[in-house]
């Protein structure tokens, strides 16, 4: 009881319309409801309340966005047809440990078109022969009942689907953005373009150089090979003139 006061305060004290997921397990419901839980929590996508001694789920509130719901260890016997008004987007439903003793019963879940997962271990409807190919059949939209597929594969956890979706919304955010390590390879190009064209710059630069090198080289050598021959046409001049010079002395010796 003193337990039960506690989550009323706590519930009266929080902003309903904020909370998005709520643990009443242990409390003790009074006339199938537990105080203060009302359409006000718009936004509720997880909701326990396990062991609360609900026999009906008539005055369940209207959760439009509630998700996964769990109601295991009551005395819940039927009137499961409300959840379909009350809670449409449900996608995991705990009924474990109930009163739940037929096929009847469980078709009412038919409406809950986004089923996915339905616990009915420990009802008595679980001893029924031919029970998982029964509410596989009755409930087409169901993938896992107690906890697995109708090939005996094993349910996901409830963090490892979160994960799975997660890794399915940033994927489809990869996608609109583009394949990854596309704009990368483009920069890597331009970089690589615009070191080659700096490159080539710089060789042409470099053979244009040599170039004016190799032909101020020959001029020089020119200029060396013609002042070369000036002095050695000189030399011969002078050496011609000093031989015809030579003679004429001669002359003039024999004449004195």
């Known amino acids: 009881m003193e337990m039960m006061k506690r989550v009323v305060l706590e519930l009266r004290n929080r902003a309903p319309e904020k909370v998005t ?12 409801e537990i105080e203060g839980l009302n359409d006000s929590f718009k936004e509720l996508e997880f909701l326990s309340m396990a ?4 026999t009906s789920l008539a005055k369940l509130p209207t ?37 739940i003793k037929d096929l009847s019963t469980v078709e009412a ?52 689907e979160d994960d799975e979706e997660g890794d399915e919304e940033d994927e489809e955010d990869e996608d609109e953005a583009g ?6 390879e483009d920069e890597d190009e331009d970089d690589a373009g615009s070191d080659l064209g700096e490159g080539e710059e710089e060789e042409e630069v470099g053979l244009s150089y040599l170039m004016k090198e190799e032909i101020q ?29 030579e003679p004429e002395d001669e002359g003039e010796e024999e004449d004195d």
């Open 109 to 160: 879940l038919q409406n809950l078109k986004n089923l996915k997962s339905l616990d009915l271990f420990n009802c008595d409807v679980t001893n029924l022969e031919d029970y998982r190919e029964s509410v596989f059949e009755l409930l087409q939209q169901i993938t896992y009942l107690d906890g697995f597929d109708q090939e005996d594969n094993e349910a996901p956890d409830s963090e490892d």
């Open 217 to 245: 080289d020959e001029d020089d050598d020119d200029d060396y090979v013609e002042e070369g021959g000036d002095e050695e046409e000189e030399a011969e001049g002078v050496r011609g003139e000093k031989r015809k010079r």
């Open 51 to 54: 062991n609360v001694e609900l």
């Open 179 to 184: 394949p990854p390590g596309e704009y990368e």
């Open 63 to 99: 959760l439009s966005k509630l998700r996964k719901l769990e109601l295991s260890d009551n005395v819940i016997s039927g009137g499961l047809e409300v959840l379909a008004e009350r809670c449409p987007n449900l996608t995991y439903l705990n009924l474990s440990g109930n009163k």
């Open 21 to 32: 997921e709520l643990v009443l397990d242990n409390c003790r419901s009074s006339n199938g």
